[in-house]
């Protein structure tokens, strides 16, 4: 259930949150500790947005498919028979049982493993096992729910709107930065999940924008990619990102700061002296390195609690080099490292966003992509208040009901 005076009261205050630097102060502390107010980002945004899923590659074949849950709602994506990818809920029309776990292949048909009901690759119920007269129109009506999709640069996105409007023309920056390295060409390593951990979802995306908290939370690993640099952002845009400058060309997140990779073709001397996050909310983060780029998914479990999944994309010819296995083992080792003192400070900030003392406070000039990503909740937020609650719906109370 919302409480919608809870989000009245968010949403009155979005701009104090969302203004220049020098000016914007964080959200209000409702937006990371109240399971109602996840409810209402349910609707908002994880129903409203276009949501990173994973990646092309890791469904090459027709009937390779993989499964994750997002806010608490079971996806399916598989490589249909006629080649194409489909994004489905994973859950059965008959009974709601969950179709497939994990990822694997199916040889034709997706079968619930509750009453044997099948299902095609592309949603269609073929075999509704023990109603074997069911009309045509019923039969049509117990398809699958098939999501929107767009493939971007080997990413596969998903939409629950099927008028949604492209993803594309809002990451043309993005595509800017992540052009060189041409990422549709890069294949991932078996995707892993980590978690959950104890921590609001918006606060993973946080840590990983803001290059302030690097000079001390993160010496001396970080200490070779001193210099980030921002990027200004527009009312349409649906990525946040900053590009920081490494101290040489071709280093890395690992002990030896270099690369253990060959260096990606076609990048240029100034991608071969960069590191590159970007973050396509709700669900997508990743970070363009000389030498590979890593990606990670952000899934809510909870209004404190979180699972990412992770992955490292390279070069398919880089699986040619010595000790391949080993090399991006000795990556995620190296990002490991960081992770392990970003998950204690972002578990210590969610302990303190819990405090009755708690109150936003004001960013920092290197905290320059947190109110961008505010403005990218606010839109979302604000439209999605407007819609479902009304103008005042604290005046309101029948529209509470009607929503609620």
Known sequence: MIDWREVDAVVRGLDAATGEVGEAHGLPQACYVSPSFLEFERRAVFERSWLGLGRVDQIPEPGDYFTVTVCDEPLLVVRGDDGEVHVLSNVCTHRHHLLV??????????RCPLHAWGFATDGRLVYPTGLRDLDPAARAALRLPRL?????????????DPDAPALAPTLTKAAAAAGPHRLDELVTTEPFDTGPFPWNWKTTLENGLEPFHTHFLHKPQHDFAPFPT??????????????????????????LWRNLLEPLPGLGPAERRQVCFIAVPPT????????????????????GEVVLRNGILHHPDARRLPNFPQRVDWIVQGLNLLFAEDAAANASVQRGRRSRYARPGPYAPEEATLPQMNRWLARAYRAAYAELAGEVPVARPEARRRVS
Do not use: C, I
């Open 284 to 303: 997508l983060y990743f970070g363009l390195m000389p030498d590979h780029v890593w990606w990670m998914l952000v899934l809510p479990q909870g209004a």
């Open 230 to 255: 921002f990027v200004d952002w527009d009312e349409d845009d649906g990525a946040v990102l900053h590009p920081t400058q490494l101290r040489e060309p071709d280093q890395s997140f690992n002990p």
């Open 101 to 110: 776990e994990g990822s694997g292949h199916l040889d034709g048909v997706l």
């Open 148 to 160: 929107k999709v767009e493939l971007w640069h080997g990413f596969v996105f998903a939409h629950h």
